[in-house]
C-alpha cells in the first residue's frame, strides 16, 4: 500500500480533486472509477500526477495505507449509495470515507450512522468552487467526527483555497454538519445572484444603461464593500458580446433560469426549522416563475403601471441602486446564517458562525470580502442572535437605508420585479419592529379555532368567548 488518499468517482468534480491532491507535496493518490476508462484517461493525460491506478474496488482498498482515507465523488443520491456500500465490504474499522458530494444533509446523517455501526468513519463533506475550484482549491466543509478530522484535516488543509494566509478548510460539526452548512451556502448564493440580477434589471430597463455600461458601474462596484467573485462574473457575463448576433450575450440567453434543487433544500429545511429566509426563497421562487414560459405568454400583456417613475439624475439612481444591494445583501446573508444557527440547534451541532464566514472567503462562489466583517462580528460578538444586529452591519444599513426605500419604491411605481430587495427590506422592516400585525392574526386564529393568545401585561394563556359574552377567559390548556 502505496497511497495516502485515495479518489472514487473520475468525472470532472473527482478527476480534478485527485489532480490537486496528486499536486501537494507528500500525497500519493490512489483513484477508482466504475468504469476503467475513464481511470485510464486521467492517468493518461496526467502522468504528473503518478496516480496509483486501481481497476477495482479490492485492488483500490489493497492500494491505501492504514487508516485508509477516500473521498468519493460520484452521482449524488443511488451512485453514492452503491459506492459506500462498496467501500465498506473492502475497508476495515477505523477507515475514512468522505463524501465529497453535493449530498442532502438528511442523508449523511443517514449514512453516517450506517457506516459507523460498522466501525468505520464516514465523512459528509461539502465542497465548494465548481470544476476550477476542484483542480486549484475549493472551500471544504467536512462533518463527521472530530477523531476522523484527526486524519482528514491535514490532507484537505493541503488542497483547500487560501484566503489571507488561511486554509478554507475547518471541522464544521458532526455528522451532517458540512453538507448543511453546503446546502445553506448554495442557498446564499442563489439570493446573492438574484439581488445583482435585480440591480442589472433596474440599471437596464429603468436607467437605461447598456449591458456594457452596467459591467462598468459592476466593475466599479467591485473595488468596494461588494467586492465579490458574483459582482466581477457578473460583469464579464455583461460584457461578452455574442458572435453570431453581435448582439450582447445577455440579450440572446433565454431567460429561463435553471437549478439542480440545492436551493430548493434550503428554503424546504428553513421551512421546517421555521426560519425566514425570505432571500433565498424569492430567488427560488424567481428562477421557477421565470422558467413558465406558457405563464409568461398568458400575462405578458398585463398592464402595468400607467406612469412608471423615472429615473431623473441617472448618477445618484446607480449609487442608491448600489446601496440597495449591500443593504439586501445584508439581509440576505443574515437570514443564511440565522438558518446555520438554528440547524445547529436542532440536530445538536456545535458549528462556530465565525469560522464559516471565514471558509466562505476563497475557493467558493459566494467568497467576497465582506464575510470579513461577518467573522468579526460573531468573533466579537459569539452569542449574536442576528447578523444585521451587529455594531458593523446595523451602522451599515442604517447608512444604505434611505437608497434602498427609494429603490424598492422606484420598482414598485415603476413596474420592475425586484422580489428579493422588497423582500429584504420588508424582513428588516419586520424584524425591527416594536409592534407587529401578529397580534391581529392571533386574534384572528383565537376567534375561528379558539387557538388562544397571550398578553403583554399577565402571564397565561387566554381565549375570548368569541360567540358568547365575548368575556375572556385563562385556557388551562394550550390548544
Ligand atoms: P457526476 O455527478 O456526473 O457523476 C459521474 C460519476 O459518478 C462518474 O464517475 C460515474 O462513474 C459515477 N457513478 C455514477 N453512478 C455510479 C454508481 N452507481 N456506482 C459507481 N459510480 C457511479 O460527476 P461530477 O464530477 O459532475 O460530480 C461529482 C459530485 O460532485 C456530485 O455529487 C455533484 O453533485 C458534485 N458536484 C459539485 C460541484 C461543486 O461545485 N461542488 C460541481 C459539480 C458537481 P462512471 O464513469 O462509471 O459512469
Redesign the pocket.
Known amino acids: 500500500a502505496t497511497a495516502n488518499i485515495g479518489v472514487?468517482?473520475?468525472?470532472?468534480?473527482?478527476s480534478n480533486l485527485a489532480r490537486n491532491l496528486a499536486s501537494r507535496e507528500g500525497n500519493t493518490v490512489a483513484v477508482y472509477?466504475?468504469?476503467w476508462a475513464?481511470t485510464e484517461s486521467l492517468i493518461e493525460e496526467h502522468p504528473e500526477a503518478e496516480f496509483v491506478q486501481a481497476k477495482s474496488v479490492e485492488e483500490f482498498a489493497a492500494s491505501l495505507q492504514k487508516p485508509r482515507t477516500a473521498i468519493i465523488?460520484?452521482?449524488?443520491g443511488?451512485?453514492?449509495d452503491?459506492?459506500i456500500d462498496q467501500l465498506t465490504q473492502v475497508f476495515e474499522p477505523g477507515d475514512i470515507i468522505v463524501d465529497?458530494?453535493?449530498?442532502l444533509f438528511t442523508d449523511t446523517i443517514r449514512r453516517e450512522q450506517a457506516v459507523s455501526a460498522k466501525g468505520l468513519h464516514f465523512v459528509g463533506a461539502?465542497?465548494?468552487?465548481?470544476?476550477e475550484?476542484?483542480l486549484n482549491g475549493?472551500s471544504i466543509m467536512p462533518g463527521g467526527s472530530p477523531e476522523s478530522y484527526e486524519t482528514l484535516g491535514p490532507i484537505l488543509k493541503s488542497i483547500a483555497a487560501v484566503a489571507e494566509g488561511e486554509p478554507c478548510v475547518t471541522h464544521i460539526g458532526t455528522d451532517g454538519a458540512g453538507h448543511f452548512v453546503k446546502m445553506i451556502h448554495n442557498g446564499i448564493e442563489y439570493a446573492d445572484m438574484q439581488l445583482i440580477a435585480e440591480a442589472y434589471d433596474l440599471l437596464r430597463n429603468s436607467a437605461g444603461l447598456t449591458p456594457a455600461e452596467i459591467a462598468d458601474v459592476f466593475t466599479e462596484w467591485n473595488r468596494g464593500e461588494l467586492e465579490s467573485y458574483l459582482i466581477e462574473i457578473t460583469a464579464e457575463v455583461l460584457r461578452q458580446v455574442d458572435a453570431r448576433t453581435g448582439k450582447p450575450l445577455v440579450d440572446v440567453i433565454l431567460d429561463q433560469a435553471g437549478s439542480?434543487g440545492t436551493g430548493v433544500w434550503t428554503v424546504q429545511t428553513a421551512l421546517n426549522l421555521g426560519v425566514p429566509v425570505s432571500g433565498i426563497a424569492e430567488a427560488v421562487f424567481a428562477r421557477a416563475l421565470s422558467s413558465k414560459p406558457a405563464q409568461r405568454a398568458a400575462a405578458s400583456e398585463l398592464p402595468g403601471p400607467s406612469t412608471p417613475a423615472r429615473v431623473e439624475d441617472r448618477d445618484a439612481f446607480v449609487e442608491d441602486v448600489r446601496r440597495a444591494l449591500y443593504a439586501s445583501k445584508i439581509i440576505a446573508y443574515s437570514q443564511g446564517f440565522d438558518a446555520i444557527a438554528a440547524g445547529a440547534d436542532e440536530y445538536g451541532w456545535n458549528i462556530d458562525l465565525g469560522s464559516v464566514a471565514k471558509i466562505w472567503r476563497g475557493g467558493c462562489i459566494i467568497r467576497a470580502v465582506f464575510l470579513n466583517r461577518i467573522t468579526d462580528a460573531y468573533t466579537e460578538q459569539p452569542d449574536l442572535v442576528s447578523l444585521v444586529t451587529a455594531p458593523y452591519f446595523t451602522e451599515a444599513v442604517a447608512g444604505e437605508q434611505d437608497s434602498w426605500r427609494r429603490v424598492v419604491a422606484h420598482a414598485a411605481t415603476s413596474g420592475i420585479p425586484t422580489p428579493a430587495f422588497s423582500s429584504s427590506l420588508a424582513y428588516y422592516d419586520g424584524l425591527r419592529a416594536k409592534r407587529l400585525p401578529a397580534a391581529v392574526v392571533q386574534g384572528q386564529r383565537d376567534f375561528f379555532g379558539a387557538h388562544t393568545y397571550k398578553r403583554v401585561d399577565a402571564e397565561g394563556t387566554y381565549h375570548t368567548l368569541w360567540s358568547g359574552d365575548r368575556t375572556e377567559i385563562e385556557a388551562t390548556d394550550s390548544h
Do not use: H, W
Not at 472514487?8 to 473527482?14: D, F, P
Not at 465523488?73 to 449524488?76: C, E, I, L, R, S
Open positions: 472514487v468517482g473520475l468525472a470532472v468534480m473527482g472509477n466504475r468504469t475513464r465523488m460520484v452521482q449524488a443511488r451512485g453514492t452503491a459506492v465529497g458530494g453535493n449530498a461539502g465542497i465548494s468552487g465548481g470544476e475550484g476542484a475549493p439542480k
